[in-house]
C-alpha cells in the first residue's frame, strides 16, 4: 500500500473503542503510522492530572444511579451503554482510551503495525495480571475472541461482527469453517499476541479498547456457566472488581489492587444504585447523595433540563455526541414489511416540534443515519458532504397520500392494531406519547404505546418481537461504519428483519476500500441513501445531545465524543 493513501485515511478516521455501549442506548482517537512501534507510556492519563493527596477527600467512594440495570457483565455478550459503563470498571482492552481520545496502552504495554496495515503485534504489559494475581496472558485474548466468535456460544454474541475485521473471523462464526486456527490471531508466545487483518483498518487499534474485545479469565469462565451473574465470581483485569451486585437495587466496585495501575486509581470504591426514574436520580443529585447524574448512566427528565441548567450553571452540561435516537421497523410484520407505510410514518411527523416541546435538549433533527459529528474525507463530517435533507422531507398531506398508497398495495381499509414499543423511561415515554400524537393527527391512525423494562426490550427487539420499536445508536468509533454495517443481512444488531445484497455489496465495498478513501465514503453515502431514502428501514428522530450533571468536587471524569463516559481515573477533592 502506498504510504500517502495511508495518511490521507488515518487523517480521516479517528476511532474509540465504545459505545454504547455502540452501542444500543438505555436512555477518538488515531492509530499509529504502518510500520512504527507504538509505547506511549505506562499511564492512561485523565482530563485533569489527580491533585495532590493533600486535596483529596478522605473518603474516596463514588456515588452514580444507574437508570437500568445491565442485562449482562459477560464482555461477549454486552450490547448497550449501561454495561459498557460497568464493565469499563472491570475489564482492560489490549488498548484503552485517553482523555484526549487517543489509543493508549492499556493490556498491551505496546505494538507493532506492519507497512502494508494488515499485521498487529501486541506485547503484552509485563506484571498486569488478573484480580486473582494470575499474569494476563495473549492466550487469554486468544481464549475470548474465540468464544465471541465460536458459534456454539450461546445466546449468539450480537457483537461478533466487529471481530469480522480480522482474518478469517467471519467464516469462522458463520460455520463455514470450524478450525479457529484459520482466524487471524495466533499467541506467539505468552507475551506476544499477533493479528492479521483481512483490509488495512485504520481504527482497529481504537477497536480493541471496545468491550467485545475483552479478555475473559478462562479457568473462570469455563468453570461456572453463571460465572457472570455473580460479583463472587468474577475474575477481571479492570482499575475495579466487583464486589456487591444486588438485583434491582445497587452495584458496587471497590478499587483493584492487582490492577497494574493501582498507583493512579484514586477512588476506593464506586456504588451505584439502579433507579429507573430521572425524577428521582435528579432529587438524589439535589441532596447529595449522588455526585454525577444524567446520560450516559442515566437520565435528567425533559421538563427539568431548563432549570437545572439555571440552578446548577456551574455543574449541568450538555454537549453533542455521536448519537441517534430513531425508531426501527420491523419489516417483516404488518403492516410494516410495506415501504410506503414505513415512508408515510416516517414523514409524518414534526421533528423540530418535538424536540421544542418534549425533549427541550437542543437535539438536532434527524433525516439521517450517520450524525453530524462523525468524521468524513479532508476533516469534514460526513453529514456536511452528504445532507440527510436530501433523503425525505416532512410532509404530513404527501404522508397520508403515502399511507393510503401502501395501504391499497396490501388491500387495507383500515390498518391492524399497531404498538410502538419503548424501554421503560419517563423521557422515552414521553417522546413515544407525542410522537404517537402526531401520527393520530396526521394520518389517522390509532397507536398503543407500551414499555418493558430494559433486558426484556432487548430481547423483544432481537427477536423481532415488535412492529416499531425505539432505538438509540452511540458510535464504536468515529466513521461512519459504525452505523453502516448494523444492517448488513443477518447482523447481530439487526433487528429489522432488512436483507439487501444490493446494501450487503456496497458495505462489503467499504470494508476493503482502505486504499480508496474516496469512493469508501461514497459507497457507505449510498448505503445510507438506500436504507433511508429508499426503504426507510429505520425512521430518524433526532441527533442526541447530552445534559449532565457533575458535583464541583468530582475530577477526572472523561467523556468521548460518542457520549461513552469514564470514571475510573476520576477522584474527589476536599469539599
Not at 194 to 212: A, D, I, K, W
Not at 440 to 450: A, D, F, P, Y
Request: glycine fraction near 8%; include cysteine; hydrophobic fraction near 35%.
Amino acid at each position: 500500500m502506498k504510504k500517502k493513501s495511508w495518511m490521507l485515511l488515518l487523517t480521516l478516521v479517528l476511532v474509540i473503542g465504545t459505545v454504547l455501549a455502540g452501542c444500543g442506548s438505555a436512555n477518538e482517537t488515531t492509530t499509529t503510522e504502518p510500520g512504527t512501534t507504538t509505547e506511549t507510556g505506562t499511564t492512561e492519563g485523565t482530563a485533569t492530572e489527580p491533585a495532590a493527596d493533600a486535596n483529596l477527600a478522605a473518603d474516596q467512594t463514588l456515588h452514580l444511579n444507574l437508570s437500568a440495570e445491565p442485562p449482562t457483565l459477560d464482555p461477549a455478550q454486552a450490547q448497550d451503554s449501561q454495561a459498557n459503563t460497568a464493565l469499563r470498571f472491570m475489564y482492560e482492552g489490549l488498548a484503552t482510551i485517553d482523555a484526549d481520545g487517543n489509543p493508549a496502552p492499556g493490556a498491551a504495554e505496546k505494538w507493532d503495525i506492519s507497512e502494508d496495515g494488515l499485521t498487529y503485534t501486541f506485547n503484552m504489559r509485563q506484571g498486569a495480571t488478573w484480580s486473582n494475581g494470575d499474569p494476563v496472558t495473549a492466550n487469554d485474548f486468544v481464549f475470548a475472541w474465540e468464544r465471541a466468535l465460536s458459534p456454539e456460544t450461546v445466546p449468539a454474541p450480537v457483537y461478533a461482527y466487529q471481530l469480522y475485521y480480522i482474518k478469517g473471523a467471519e467464516e469462522f462464526n458463520t460455520g463455514k469453517t470450524k478450525d479457529f486456527s484459520t482466524v487471524g490471531v495466533k499467541a506467539v508466545d505468552e507475551n506476544t499476541l499477533e493479528v492479521t487483518l483481512t483490509n488495512p483498518t485504520p481504527y482497529f487499534l481504537g477497536l480493541t479498547s471496545f468491550y467485545t474485545f475483552y479478555p475473559v479469565h478462562q479457568a473462570t469462565v469455563e468453570g461456572n456457566e453463571a460465572w457472570a451473574a455473580d460479583a463472587s465470581t468474577m475474575v477481571t483485569n479492570g482499575p475495579f472488581t466487583l464486589t456487591t451486585w444486588t438485583t434491582g437495587s445497587e452495584m458496587g466496585w471497590t478499587k483493584n489492587e492487582k490492577y497494574w495501575d493501582a498507583a493512579n486509581i484514586k477512588l476506593t470504591n464506586v456504588t451505584a444504585s439502579i433507579v429507573n426514574s430521572g425524577a428521582t436520580e435528579t432529587a438524589s443529585y439535589q441532596g447529595g447523595e449522588i455526585d454525577y447524574a444524567g446520560a450516559p448512566t442515566g437520565e435528567i427528565p425533559t421538563d427539568q433540563i431548563q432549570p437545572l441548567s439555571q440552578q446548577f450553571a456551574d455543574e449541568f452540561k450538555l454537549t453533542d455526541i455521536a448519537s441517534t435516537y430513531y425508531y426501527e421497523f420491523n419489516t417483516k410484520e404488518k403492516p410494516f414489511n410495506n415501504v410506503k407505510i414505513r415512508k408515510a410514518f416516517a414523514m409524518a411527523i414534526d421533528r423540530q416540534s418535538l424536540i421544542d416541546n418534549v425533549t427541550k435538549a437542543g437535539q438536532t433533527p434527524a433525516y439521517g443515519f450517520v450524525p453530524t459529528s462523525i468524521a468524513g474525507l479532508n476533516n469534514q463530517s460526513f453529514r456536511d458532504e452528504h445532507p440527510d435533507s436530501e433523503y425525505f422531507k416532512e410532509d404530513a398531506a404527501q404522508a397520508k397520500t403515502m399511507l393510503e398508497e401502501g395501504m391499497k398495495e396490501e388491500g387495507y381499509t383500515t390498518l391492524p392494531p399497531i404498538t410502538l414499543l419503548y424501554n421503560t423511561s419517563e423521557n422515552h415515554q414521553k417522546l413515544a406519547l407525542a410522537v404517537a400524537d402526531m401520527w393520530k393527527t396526521n394520518l389517522g391512525v390509532e397507536i398503543e404505546t407500551k414499555n418493558e423494562e430494559w433486558s426484556v426490550f432487548l430481547e423483544s427487539r432481537k427477536t423481532g418481537n415488535f412492529q416499531i420499536a425505539r432505538a438509540g445508536w452511540s458510535a464504536d468509533y468515529n466513521d461512519p461504519m459504525t452505523y453502516m454495517d448494523m444492517f448488513v443481512s443477518g447482523g447481530g444488531n439487526n433487528n429489522t428483519g432488512y436483507a439487501d445484497p444490493a446494501y450487503d455489496a456496497l458495505i462489503d465495498g467499504a470494508y476493503k476500500g482502505g486504499n480508496d478513501p474516496e469512493k469508501r465514503m461514497q459507497d457507505m453515502a449510498a448505503a445510507e441513501k438506500m436504507l433511508i431514502q429508499d426503504n426507510m428501514v429505520i425512521m430518524p428522530v433526532y441527533y442526541y445531545t447530552q445534559a449532565s450533571l457533575t458535583k464541583p468536587y468530582l475530577k477526572g471524569v472523561t467523556t468521548d465524543f460518542s457520549g461513552a463516559i469514564n470514571f475510573t481515573r476520576a477522584y474527589l477533592e476536599q469539599q
